[in-house]
């Protein structure tokens, strides 16, 4: 799916009032105004404790628009339901319930809650916004933190263990759309969030975000390091439908050219100084093999 908007058409109508409690530089400010331009003012918002909850602030404070119901961190997905539940009784069917969770909420602790609304086939929108560990707790591992990288909890050598692919997993659930997306390219997040809408059942959407403060960089380069980590072919731009896979939009163009090497990306962030030259030399060679594939296919 190539990008369709332009910036132009994107709607004048802001749902994110311009004062927030984020970090400066945020990646997750980006989706989140982008996001709900998409999902429009009929929407009912569901989210765990995260980075997202102090950006939109506490009670009586409010940086969104829209309703919000804030959450257990394990039960975003069914509390979700039962909000879809609600509006059902009320014969609301066209109002949207998106719940919006960080990798924490939705790898790791929201898996189960996330993993149960799909088999039960909720008419839901989940999307995670992905900074890669617990930044609001203080920038612990999770369990899409990649390997190498250096938290709170993974000090000395960085994290041991691979990243978990939790698009995969939900794609395993075969969702009518999955799709991955990332900060640094928003009019591509914007379409995508877009013709989730137009599927029924349960819709997932994983979104690549940067976070000067748990990555190690200078906040005026998010865009810039997001979209390296599409370059490189490290983080891949693409959406299933009905189980049929396809690259989109920037990765699309990548397939057969010449990419970046990944250690621009890792160059960048003080969180992957522990890195071995063979773990660095490890991931390039996953990196190219993967793309290889991807020009056969």
């Given at each position: 799916?190539?990008?369709?908007?332009t910036?132009?058409?994107l709607p004048?109508?802001?749902?994110?009032h311009?004062?927030?409690?984020?970090?400066a530089?945020?990646g997750l400010s980006?989706?989140?105004?982008i996001?709900?331009?998409?999902l429009g003012?009929?929407?009912i918002?569901v989210?765990?404790?995260?980075?997202?909850?102090?950006l939109?602030?506490?009670?009586?404070?409010?940086?969104?628009q829209?309703?919000c119901?804030?959450?257990t961190?394990a039960?975003?997905?069914?509390?979700?339901?039962?909000?879809?539940?609600?509006l059902k009784?009320?014969g609301r069917d066209?109002?949207i319930?998106?719940?919006?969770a960080?990798?924490?909420g939705?790898?790791?602790i929201g898996?189960?809650?996330?993993?149960?609304?799909?088999?039960?086939d909720?008419n839901l929108i989940?999307?995670?916004y992905?900074?890669?560990?617990y930044?609001?707790?203080g920038?612990?591992?999770?369990?899409?933190?990649?390997q190498g990288?250096?938290?709170?909890?993974?000090?000395?050598?960085?994290k041991?263990?691979k990243?978990?692919d939790?698009t995969?997993?939900?794609a395993?659930?075969r969702?009518s759309?999955?799709?991955?997306a990332?900060?640094?390219?928003p009019?591509?997040?914007?379409?995508?969030?877009?013709k989730a809408?137009?599927?029924s059942?349960?819709?997932?959407?994983?979104?690549?975000?940067p976070?000067?403060?748990?990555w190690?960089f200078d906040?005026?380069?998010?865009?810039?390091?997001g979209?390296?980590?599409v370059?490189?072919?490290?983080y891949d731009?693409?959406?299933?439908?009905?189980?049929?896979?396809?690259l989109?939009?920037?990765?699309?163009?990548?397939i057969?050219?010449?990419r970046?090497p990944?250690?621009?990306y890792?160059?960048?962030?003080?969180?992957?100084?522990?890195m071995s030259?063979?773990?660095?030399?490890?991931?390039?060679?996953?990196?190219d093999?993967?793309w290889?594939?991807y020009?056969?296919t």
């Amino acid at each position: 799916m190539a990008t369709k908007t332009t910036i132009l058409d994107l709607p004048e109508d802001e749902l994110v009032h311009p004062g927030n409690r984020a970090c400066a530089g945020c990646g997750l400010s980006i989706n989140y105004r982008i996001g709900l331009k998409a999902l429009g003012r009929d929407t009912i918002l569901v989210v765990p404790p995260s980075c997202l909850t102090v950006l939109q602030g506490l009670y009586p404070i409010a940086t969104t628009q829209l309703p919000c119901l804030n959450v257990t961190f394990a039960s975003t997905a069914a509390a979700a339901t039962g909000v879809l539940a609600a509006l059902k009784a009320q014969g609301r069917d066209k109002t949207i319930v998106a719940a919006w969770a960080g990798d924490g909420g939705t790898a790791d602790i929201g898996l189960q809650a996330l993993s149960g609304a799909c088999e039960r086939d909720e008419n839901l929108i989940f999307i995670c916004y992905d900074n890669e560990a617990y930044m609001n707790t203080g920038v612990q591992r999770s369990g899409t933190t990649p390997q190498g990288v250096i938290t709170t909890t993974t000090p000395i050598k960085g994290k041991l263990q691979k990243k978990k692919d939790v698009t995969a997993i939900m794609a395993a659930h075969r969702l009518s759309y999955v799709a991955t997306a990332s900060a640094s390219f928003p009019l591509d997040l914007y379409d995508k969030i877009i013709k989730a809408k137009t599927f029924s059942g349960p819709k997932y959407i994983h979104i690549h975000t940067p976070c000067p403060a748990g990555w190690g960089f200078d906040p005026r380069y998010s865009v810039k390091i997001g979209r390296l980590a599409v370059e490189t072919g490290l983080y891949d731009l693409y959406e299933i439908e009905y189980s049929k896979w396809q690259l989109t939009g920037p990765s699309k163009k990548l397939i057969g050219k010449k990419r970046r090497p990944v250690t621009d990306y890792f160059n960048t962030q003080t969180r992957f100084k522990a890195m071995s030259r063979e773990l660095i030399a490890g991931v390039q060679k996953e990196i190219d093999a993967k793309w290889e594939g991807y020009a056969d296919t």
